[in-house]
Structures are given as C-alpha cells and as structure tokens.
C-alpha cells in the first residue's frame, strides 16, 4: 500500500526556518518524481516544488524560489521541504504529492500545517 | 504560467442531478507530440487531501465512479457528475501538467 507521512510543520515566526519531511513507503520511491503542495486555510491548491526521481531536475514556484530548498533521499524513501525567511503568506498545510508517468498526482499524504506568526 | 479558472465557484445540485464544471486555460494544454491534454480533476474533502478523479481530460482514476466523466480538449475543458450522490459533496479543482502544475480555484459543490 502506497503511504505518503508529512512531518516537521509547526508555529515559526516571521524569518524563521522549518524543515519538512514526507516518508514514503508502498513503492519504488526513487522512480517516481514527487511534488510539494500547499494549501492556506479555507484557500486553494498552489503547487510549491517539483523533484525528479534523480534530483537531477527541480523546479519552484515563483512565491518560494530563493527561500526554499527541495531535496530527496532515496536510500531513506524520504522528501524534504527547507523552509527559510518564512513568511506569514506562508501559512498553509503542505501535502508531499506523488507525480505519476508525466502526468498528475495519483497519492497524497495528508498533509502538516505550518504556521507563520508573531 | 498557465492560469487555469474555473466556473462556478459554487453549485447547489439536488440528488440525482447532473452537476457541470467548467475549466478555461490560458494557454493550450494539448501536447502534439503525444495528442494528449495535459490536464486532470481532483476532488476534495474537507480535512482530506485531493482525491485524483479524472487524468488526460477523460481517463477515470481507477474505482471512480462512472457517473464522473471528464471532456474537453486545448482550452476548455469539463467535469460532469451525471448523477449526484451524497458523497460528491466536495470542492473540486482542475490542474494543469502541461508544465508546472497550476490548479484552478475550486468548485463548490453542495447539495441543493
């Protein structure tokens, strides 16, 4: 059974750092390319970062870019999200999403909140 | 980046009834090399994560209901419940992976 686990959210100040995880198990991890997505209270989906299975190829939305880092670990079945200079804007549940064949997101973990506030 | 924008924001469907989103993008999301719309539907429940319903504009995500059914090629594109349940009440988004993904706002969909 595919099973996507976020952690690492929590409440930051403004500037401060996060770092999120997402545990990956059920598959073959390090052949599929995986996605952050975010999601603020009560507001829609905005896509965060892409990484391809080899990290070879990544990708960032222009809201996050410069400020936060994507990163994989296939030998641990592990994504990550660093989260520097937050801001409140910021606040959201961030979901790791898995990409399937080029195409769209056929598993979701169930997302952890991050809060930005003084 | 490809904006996508959907219609309604918001529907009121009795139980039974057929319920229709609709889904523009700004720029074209069919793929010549391959003929295919780079374009998917998800559903959402509240406190749940996106549930993939419908991929390449008309494929069903294996166990969806068939009474969810997806159309539309380049531009424009629908969602069509043919027959609402319960269970349907949700939000619902379309997402663009043409490049990188950008979803529309959401549908709400409620029971009338």
């Known amino acids: 059974e595919v099973q996507l686990v976020e952690s690492g959210g929590g409440l930051v100040q403004p500037g401060g750092s996060l770092r999120l995880s997402c545990a990956a198990s059920?598959?073959?991890?390090?052949?599929?390319?995986m996605n952050w997505v975010r999601q603020a209270p009560g507001k829609g989906l905005e896509w965060v970062s892409y990484?391809?299975?080899?990290?070879?190829?990544?990708y960032y939305a222009d809201s996050v870019k410069g400020r936060f880092t994507i990163s994989r670990d296939n030998a641990k079945n592990s994504l990550y999200l660093q989260m520097n200079s937050l801001r409140d804007e910021d606040t959201a549940v961030y979901y790791c999403?898995?990409?399937?064949?080029?195409?769209?997101?056929?598993?979701w973990g169930q997302g952890t909140l991050v809060s930005v506030s003084s | 980046d490809i904006v996508m924008t959907q219609s309604p924001d918001s529907l009121a469907v009795s139980l039974g009834e057929r319920a229709t989103i609709n889904c523009k993008s700004s720029?074209?999301?069919?793929?010549?090399?391959?003929?295919?719309?780079?374009l998917g539907w998800y559903q959402q429940k509240p406190g749940q994560p996106p549930k993939l319903l419908i991929y390449?504009?008309?494929i069903r995500e294996s166990g969806v209901p068939d009474r969810f059914s997806g159309s539309g090629s380049g531009t424009d594109f629908t969602l069509t419940i043919s027959s609402l349940q319960a269970e349907d009440v949700a939000v619902y988004y379309c997402q663009q992976y043409y490049t990188t993904w950008t979803f529309g706002q959401g549908t709400k969909v409620e029971l009338k």
């Open positions: 999403a898995r990409e399937t064949a080029g195409c769209c997101s056929d598993y």
């Open positions: 390449w504009a008309s």
């Open positions: 720029q074209s999301v069919l793929h010549s090399s391959n003929n295919k719309n780079f």
């Open positions: 990484i391809s299975g080899s990290s070879t190829a990544i």
């Open positions: 059920g598959f073959t991890f390090s052949t599929y390319s």
